[in-house]
């Protein structure tokens, strides 16, 4: 991999990703094994998808805004060009990564380094005084769950959905096609809190009026997930009886009004 060509891409770099991490606001959209899949955003406009496993000491993030791709990884030195090594398995080359200063590097990868993540065991990197290796158990998958979230422009409601729609159904739940999604104008995060003693699966109510399995949350866990202000959501017991109300995001509200808690009536 030679130097130059990172001399041209740098520019590319600096353009489409600089800045975007301090100031990106991270929103869940998936868990993929031990891989977490999230959407960052500036302000209400899609930014990238990431593939994010963590070591315990530090975390590499797989990033793609839909057409590029590009790896980030801790590093505390200024901002500027930094030289590292990095590789899979016991390899290493020398590259240049980019940094803004605010903690991390990261630099531009090929398709040929795209596929080299989802096929191989591990993954290392030394830069500056920090070495660092994380495996990569389970990034095949990971990897194609962030290219699905960058198509979808980081909007859950828009992929395949994962068990496919289900009728309203039990107790104290809305009427079937009673409610539905209106619009996906104005975006907002909300965070669902499961304070039962038993777990909750949570359904957004699609645009056709159909529920969309998004969550289950056992008991005292939270998730945050990305939606719009007219978008429906409701949460289930085991037995499929409604626990709680409908709860509808509210774009301007804050988060006060977007956390949702979940207890038995």
Not at 74 to 89: I, K, L, Q, T
Not at 116 to 138: C, K, M
Not at 147 to 159: D, I, K, L, T
Not at 202 to 229: E, K, S
Request: glycine share 12%.
């Amino acid at each position: 991999m030679a130097k130059s060509w990172f001399g041209i891409v740098f520019a590319v770099v600096i353009g489409l990703f600089a800045g975007q991490t301090a100031r990106a606001n991270d929103v869940v959209y998936d868990q993929v094994g031990r891989w977490q899949v999230v959407v960052s955003a500036q302000g209400n406009s899609f930014a990238f998808c990431s593939a994010v496993i963590d070591n315990g000491r530090a975390r590499l993030q797989i990033r793609t805004d839909g057409s590029a791709w590009f790896i980030s990884v801790p590093h505390a030195g200024r901002r500027g060009n930094v030289e590292a090594m990095y590789g899979f398995g016991g390899g290493r080359e020398v590259v240049n990564f980019y940094t803004e200063g605010d903690g991390s590097a990261f630099i531009l990868i090929n398709a040929d380094q795209v596929n080299a993540f989802r096929s191989n065991q591990t993954f290392g990197v030394d830069i500056g005084r920090n070495s660092q290796e994380w495996r990569l158990d389970g990034s095949r998958a990971a990897v194609d769950k962030a290219r699905e979230c960058a198509r979808n422009q980081g909007r859950q409601q828009a992929a395949d959905a994962k068990a496919g729609a289900e009728p309203a159904r039990g107790r104290n739940c809305p009427a079937p096609g009673s409610l539905r999604s209106q619009n996906s104008n104005r975006a907002v995060t909300v965070t669902f809190y499961n304070g039962s003693d038993t777990p909750v699966t949570i359904y957004w109510i699609g645009y056709d009026g159909q529920w969309q399995r998004y969550h289950t949350l056992q008991p005292d866990r939270n998730v945050q997930q990305r939606t719009f202000g007219t978008h429906p959501w409701v949460a289930t017991e085991p037995n499929g009886d409604c626990i709680g109300e409908v709860f509808m995001p509210q774009p301007g509200g804050g988060a006060e009004n977007n956390n949702f808690q979940i207890f038995r009536r």
